[in-house]
C-alpha cells in the first residue's frame, strides 16, 4: 500500500508563489510516475502536472504551464510542485496521486492540501 502525504498549502496573495510537497511511503518511489491534480468547490477535480518514473518528463494542465514546475526528489521519495504567479482561480485543494510503472490510472491519493489566492 502507498501512503502519500501532501504539505505546503496555505493562504497566499495573488502574483505569490508557494511549493507543494507531497511524500511517499513506498520502497521503490524511482518506480511510480506522480501527479498533482487539484479541486476547487463545485468542480471535478482536474489534472495539474505529471512526472514520469522513468524520464522524468513532464507534462502540464494548459491552466498552469509557464508558472508551474513538477519535479522528484528520488532520494527523499518527495514530488514537489512549485507554482508561481499564482491567480485566485488556482485556489483549490490540490491532491497528489501515484501509479506504478505497471499501472493504469492512479490509484493512489493523498489527503490534499487546501491552496487559497486572494485577489
Known amino acids: 500500500q502507498v501512503q502519500l502525504v501532501e504539505s505546503g498549502g496555505g493562504l497566499v496573495q495573488a502574483g505569490d508563489s508557494l511549493r507543494l510537497s507531497c511524500t511517499a511511503s513506498?520502497?521503490?518511489?524511482?518506480?511510480?510516475?506522480m501527479a498533482w491534480f487539484r479541486q476547487a468547490p463545485g468542480e471535478d477535480r482536474e489534472f495539474v502536472a505529471t512526472?514520469?518514473?522513468?524520464?522524468?518528463?513532464?507534462t502540464y494542465a494548459d491552466s498552469v504551464k509557464g508558472r508551474f514546475t513538477i519535479s522528484r526528489d528520488n532520494a527523499k521519495n518527495t514530488v514537489y510542485l512549485q507554482m508561481h504567479s499564482l491567480k485566485a482561480e488556482d485556489t483549490a485543494v490540490y491532491y497528489c496521486?501515484?501509479?506504478?510503472?505497471?499501472?493504469?490510472?492512479?490509484?493512489?491519493w493523498g489527503q490534499g492540501t487546501q491552496v487559497t489566492v486572494s485577489s
Open positions: 513506498v520502497r521503490t518511489f524511482s518506480s511510480y510516475t
Open positions: 512526472i514520469t518514473w522513468s524520464t522524468g518528463s513532464t
Open positions: 496521486a501515484a501509479r506504478d510503472f505497471l499501472g493504469a490510472g492512479y490509484p493512489y
